[in-house]
């Protein structure tokens, strides 16, 4: 009889384990949980120049290591931390973890080294950003990293006296500042102009559509007379056919990133890949 309790009790609390765990909790209790075990880490993407091939730099993307779901995209659960705030502690986790793994990587990079990270409008509106960047940067002084915060285009980025002041004050520090997924907002040349950019990254959508479409090639070749009349370089994002990276090449655009080169892989695979390949290149 007592066997038979305990196997019951037993049984139940499996139950209320299962149902504690699968419960459905609103998504930003459970982003609060994941900033505190840490489970935002960053994924690498090699941005290569468009003429010789080599990479040039990475761009960090976040994935959500949770527990029982796997690694999950960040088009999931961007937009909720957004709206909520809690990308600012989250960008940070992610900062922290890449200058960490950059800093313990004791071989070569290209140098300089570009690091793309993206930044949400919020986080603009708060000068804990440029603490975070000092910090970065201090950080990884064993490489010669070049520190490029992405906004993105679709982003409600206000320039205000106070984010023009901050971007100045990121500038000086060193960071290099791009607009994310060109064409597919409405940033109009003057604000443009007005936080003095480096880069522009020509959004997939465009790419996908070479040789499908003339518009989007149309807007590719106006991109590039707009960026060269402003001292800008561009990047094309999503790059999967040598057609696409051929045609790029041609219109003069500086460096490329996308399935054709390499999918986004875990930070510290990517710095062990990117060690072995040298090694074989020196070796030879
Ligand atoms: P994004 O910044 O424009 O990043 C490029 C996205 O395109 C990445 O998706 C990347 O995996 C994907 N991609 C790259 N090459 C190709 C390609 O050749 N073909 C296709 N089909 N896709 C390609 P991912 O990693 O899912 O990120 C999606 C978006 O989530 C990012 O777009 C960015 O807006 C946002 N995101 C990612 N990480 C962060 C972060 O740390 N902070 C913030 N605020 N947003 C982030
Ligand atoms: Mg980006
Ligand atoms: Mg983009
Ligand atoms: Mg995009």
């Not at 730099?57 to 088009?75: T, Y």
């Not at 219109?251 to 990133?257: D, H, K, V």
Request: hydrophobic share 40%; glycine share 4%.
């Amino acid at each position: 009889f007592y066997i038979l309790v305990i196997l019951l009790a037993q049984i139940l609390f499996s139950i209320f384990c299962w149902w504690q765990l699968n419960r459905p909790r609103p998504l930003y209790l459970e982003l609060e949980r994941a900033i505190r075990k840490k489970e935002f880490v960053p994924y690498a993407q090699p941005i290569v120049d468009a003429i010789t091939k080599e990479t040039i730099g990475i761009e960090i993307l976040m994935r959500w290591k949770h527990p029982f779901q796997g690694i999950v995209r960040p088009d999931l659960f961007i937009p909720q931390a957004e709206d909520s705030g809690l990308i600012i502690p989250m960008t940070d986790l992610l900062l922290k973890e890449t200058a960490k793994q950059l800093r313990e990587y004791k071989h070569d990079l290209p140098t300089p080294f570009h690091v793309g990270v993206n930044i949400s409008p919020q986080h603009c509106k708060s000068s804990i950003l440029l603490d975070e960047c000092k910090v970065f940067i201090d950080e990884v002084s064993n490489h010669n990293v070049i520190l490029v915060l992405e906004l993105t285009e679709r982003g409600a980025l206000e320039v205000s006296e106070f984010t023009r002041g901050l971007f100045y004050d990121l500038k000086m520090l060193g960071c290099k500042i791009a607009i994310d997924d060109f064409g597919t907002g409405h940033s109009s040349l003057v604000n443009l102009q007005e936080i003095n950019l480096d880069y522009l990254k020509i959004d997939r959508v465009f790419v996908k559509n070479i040789g499908v479409d003339c518009t989007s090639e149309h807007l590719i070749e106006s991109t590039v007379e707009l960026a060269k009349r402003l001292s800008l370089r561009i990047i094309a994002e999503g790059v999967e056919t040598e057609a696409q990276a051929e045609y790029l090449k041609k219109q003069g655009i500086e460096n490329l990133q996308g399935f054709l080169f390499a999918k986004p892989i875990p930070l510290g695979e990517f710095l062990q890949n990117y060690n072995q390949n040298i090694s074989v290149i020196d070796s030879d």
